[in-house]
């Protein structure tokens, strides 16, 4: 099978590594991909849908991934299947599951599935006098995409009425949603879809604030854990049959089928599960960790869902553990710095462990930081705390001026 992987951070590594692994790969091309990627297959540079389909029609390809939301919300999928390519990806209206807000909460409402209660407004001002109205803090989330980072849990009515004002001010903020707050453990629960059916992947927990304990601005993800104890197989299933197959069978009786990874941020309140989120695409770090822990084959997966013919037990779960440690470069997320040079002592990377490449790129034979999230550290082991052991010390061969991570990924999982 020729495939063609689009994106270029650690989850499309990550993706790159379990195609690259299946004896069903015949090539695998990726664009644009990154410095760590080039062993695992040719690397081609494709900015636009137009580069994209014009390579398609003189490389013959059976099955195109799409890893990142921006190219699923601007419908390349629906451009893609229309020269008669298999594509994993939802097309663009399955994709407003993530690219808004307002439609997610929508369907959610219409098939039952819990989630925060919520109100949307249009205006800033009309956002604002409805808090001062309810006097109580509220979770501010500009309704499109704003790479993981247009979300803020206030805790004061003032710091509501800030987030209102910074997140109504962004591209994405044009629409503005208002939650309740929930509590409680949060659980990263990724299925892969075929429009119709789902498979469960192992659950992850994302540590989404920058800093240690939990402090800090909201990121694009700072690390994660695998599995979660609370979590396994039998009750993913179980969940997934609660807040996937629902929306499965609402997007396809409504003619927009999800073909995809649909990842459902869920929220283990004292009232049961609740849906904080829905994303249209494998999580980023959370992929990381999720398919080392997978059996099966995956490109076969995500080429018979593309098709409409998966089978929910194609892949099972390993009875190991994985953890991830992102490096951030310096000013990450506000400003991140770039072009600062990246060294990695790879003769210290300890059995089970791997660096995953995002915003790298080398120049005159150096490799520079050239992104906010530049690396991600994975350790895979038969406990949380062996993994977590691993991860850190893959941390301690990578050597980069201002580098940020935190010192406490996974402790939820530990005894």
Request: proline share 6%; aromatic share 6%.
């Amino acid at each position: 099978m020729r495939v063609l992987l689009l994106g270029s951070g650690a989850r499309e590594h990550a993706l790159a590594r379990a195609i690259a692994a299946s004896p069903f790969l015949d090539y695998l091309t990726i664009a644009p991909g990154n410095p760590g990627m080039h062993e695992l297959g040719s690397l081609v540079a494709l900015p636009t849908l137009p580069d994209v389909l014009a390579w398609l029609a003189a490389h013959p390809t059976e099955l195109v991934v799409i890893g990142p939301e921006a190219p699923l919300a601007a419908g390349w999928s629906d451009a893609i299947r229309s020269h008669g390519i298999a594509v994993f990806g939802p097309s663009q209206q399955a994709a407003r599951l993530e690219s808004s807000k307002a439609f997610a909460k929508s369907v959610m409402h219409r098939v039952n599935v819990p989630t925060a209660g919520y109100r949307a407004f249009l205006r800033i001002d009309d956002a604002v006098a409805f808090v001062h109205e309810s006097a109580l803090p509220w979770v501010v989330k500009a309704d499109g995409l704003a790479a993981g980072k247009g979300v803020i849990v206030a805790e004061t009515v003032a710091e509501t009425i800030d987030a209102i004002q910074s997140l109504g001010n962004i591209p994405a903020g044009q629409q503005l949603l208002l939650e309740e707050r929930l509590y409680g453990p949060e659980v990263s629960l990724i299925a892969i879809c075929d429009g119709t059916r789902f498979s469960v992947l192992p659950t992850a927990r994302d540590h989404k604030r920058l800093g240690n304990d939990d402090t800090g601005p909201n990121t694009g993800g700072m690390g994660t854990i695998a599995p979660l104890h609370a979590m396994n197989q039998y009750t993913a299933k179980q969940l997934g049959a609660l807040v996937i197959q629902p929306v499965l069978d609402f997007m396809r009786l409504h003619n927009m089928p999800f073909v995809g990874a649909l990842y459902a941020g869920v929220m283990l309140t004292e009232d049961g599960p609740k849906v904080i989120e829905y994303n249209a695409r494998f999580g980023d770090p959370e992929t990381q960790v999720i398919l080392p822990l997978c059996t099966g084959d995956m490109l076969k997966a995500l080429a018979d869902a593309s098709h409409g013919k998966l089978d929910p037990d194609e892949l099972g779960w390993q009875n190991r553990a994985a953890a991830c440690v992102v490096i951030a470069s310096h000013g990450y997320p506000e400003t991140p710095r770039r072009g600062d040079e990246i060294f990695i002592d790879t003769a210290r990377i300890p059995a089970n462990g791997m660096i995953l490449h995002a915003g790298t790129k080398v120049s005159e034979g150096r490799l520079l930081s050239n992104g906010g999230r530049v690396l991600s550290a994975v350790g895979i082991g038969d406990t949380h705390a062996e993994a977590l052991k691993i991860a850190y010390a893959v941390v301690d061969c990578i050597t980069l001026a201002g580098m940020q991570y935190r010192l406490d990924i996974g402790q939820s999982e530990l005894p």
